[in-house]
């Protein structure tokens, strides 16, 4: 899984400073009552991050670890993101991937056969988890980034190794 350590590491990387560049306000600005803020994207990335890591090592150690899904929208709302200072925010992001691109790296390659029930059709294995995280921050910078420059989008997904 070196490689998809490596992929998440540089997308980590190349976010890092972009989203540094965001201001406080763009930020927690929310045009729409019912959409997330940017901030809440963010800290949805953390939630995601933070659960994926949990998947990541329990899966290591049982070749089938059952049922493992959150309330996406309950971790943001309880977690209050709208008043976490974005800077702060964007740094415990990068340090949490950092060190989840640092487990990646070291997964015992016997185990990505393993499987987590995600509340998808069917469960899915070791592999399909770290592929999928990846893909999915991927998705989420590409969103924060097209609403602070809409020609990033196409910017962004063209820069992700793959």
Known sequence: MTSSA?????????????????????????PY???????????HL???????????????????????????????????YQSEPWQLMVEFWYLYNAHLAHVIAHVDPSTLGNRCDMGYAKPATLKFVIEDYIRHV???????????????REKWISRVPE
Do not use: C
């Open 46 to 80: 953390l939630d995601s991050a933070t659960n994926n890591r949990q998947r990541i090592v329990r899966m290591q150690e049982e070749p089938d670890i059952g049922p493992f899904v959150y309330s996406q929208q309950h971790w943001v709302t309880v977690q209050h």
């Open 138 to 152: 991927e998705h989420h910078l590409g969103q924060i980034l097209a609403e602070v420059d809409p020609r990033s």
């Open 33 to 43: 009552p019912d959409k997330w803020s940017l901030k809440e994207i963010l800290g």
């Open 6 to 30: 490596q992929t998440l590491k540089s997308l980590i990387d190349s976010a890092r400073p972009r989203l540094l560049s965001i201001s406080e306000s763009s930020a927690g600005a929310k």
